[in-house]
């Protein structure tokens, strides 16, 4: 457990002052489930016991991350401490934490903590260290900010209309991994109203700008470039699929066979040809449009196994039935 320090809070609504704990140590080797609180801002929030207004504490932070060597801390400006006060709190946190780190892990990096000057310079060196790019990290504030305007001008037809119009084509992939992801943040920090506005906005836009065929076009792009990115392991498993449905075809073919039905001189071959024929017509083949016409890809399949079907009769038998 890393420390916490209690501090003195006076509420800037009702004037009471509470005592709260805050962490002035954050070392995600040890608790990795701060740093997703730390990065969305809602690490050290206070909630006054009187009147129940939420606040952000401004205190001292020493970050670490063992696995990236990163050490950072920040020292809130309005301590306005002096030099040497500066080195000295410093030099306090640094030594909190390596209380906590056994000896032998700890580093020569532990003597020089990088000075972040604002939290929001912390943090971008955090997300910086994850490989997330300042042009990376520019987009990803302009979804959330367009966002926010959207959630405050949800009642307002007219308004939201505008705005939807304004952006029409920024509403892609990430941008509903976004609102997702704000829902569920939001819901998990007892935000239920704002989880559930949240909600609503999604479900409004996916009617909207999903159901015109240019919000679809724009959809489906996004959804390739997705595929693109995880394509490796994508199409590793889709050739292990096909090999289990060519192996399941050639059963079928070698019992049709056996009992007259089928006459097929190559059954490996042929397998793989009827695995290669209805390759198009597989869910991870077709656009997100296509998949929403379930009877035109049914007939379309349908049409294919009669031809395959008829390909591989026995010449010399009647297919029961058929
Ligand atoms: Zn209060």
New binding site residues.
């Given amino acids: 457990m890393t420390p916490t320090l209690p501090i003195q809070i006076t ?1 800037p ?2 004037g ?1 002052r509470y005592a709260a704990q805050v962490l002035s140590v954050v070392d995600v080797g040890q608790e990795p489930q701060l740093k997703p609180l730390l990065l969305r801002g809602a690490l050290n929030t206070v909630l ?1 016991p ?2 129940g ?1 939420p606040g952000r504490v401004s205190a001292p932070l020493l970050y670490h991350d063992p696995q990236k060597e990163l050490l950072l801390v920040y020292l809130p400006p309005e301590l306005n401490l002096p030099m040497a006060e500066r080195e000295k709190l410093t030099g306090n946190l640094v030594s909190a934490l390596m209380s906590t780190v056994p000896t032998e892990q700890r580093k020569g990096y532990f003597l020089n903590p990088r000075p972040a000057l604002t939290m929001q310079s912390l943090v971008d060196e955090i997300l910086e260290a994850d490989g997330i790019t300042k042009e990376m990290r520019a987009e990803q504030r302009a979804r959330s900010q367009l966002l926010q305007d959207m959630v405050r001008v949800l009642d307002d037809e007219a308004q939201l209309t505008a705005l939807i119009e304004q952006n029409k084509a920024r509403f892609d992939y990430p941008f509903f991994a976004t609102l997702t992801a704000a829902a569920e943040g939001s819901a998990a920090s007892g935000q239920e109203q704002l989880a559930e506005r949240l909600l609503k906005l999604r479900e409004l836009l996916i009617r909207r700008v999903m159901g015109g065929f240019d919000g679809a076009q724009q959809f489906v792009q996004s959804l390739d470039e997705l595929f693109a990115s995880v394509r490796p392991s994508l199409l590793a498993r889709r050739e292990r699929y096909q090999a289990n449905m060519a192996a399941i075809i050639a059963e079928v073919l070698r019992d049709g066979c056996a009992n007259g039905v089928f006459e097929v001189h190559d059954i490996v071959r042929a397998s793989h040809a009827i695995v290669l024929a209805i390759h198009s017509l597989l869910p991870y083949s077709l656009s997100v449009e296509q998949l929403g016409r379930r009877d035109e890809i049914e007939a379309k399949a349908r049409a294919i196994s009669d031809i395959l079907l008829n390909g591989l009769r026995s010449r010399s038998t009647e297919v029961p039935g058929a």
């Fill in positions: 509420c609504k009702c009471a006054c009187q009147c207004t």
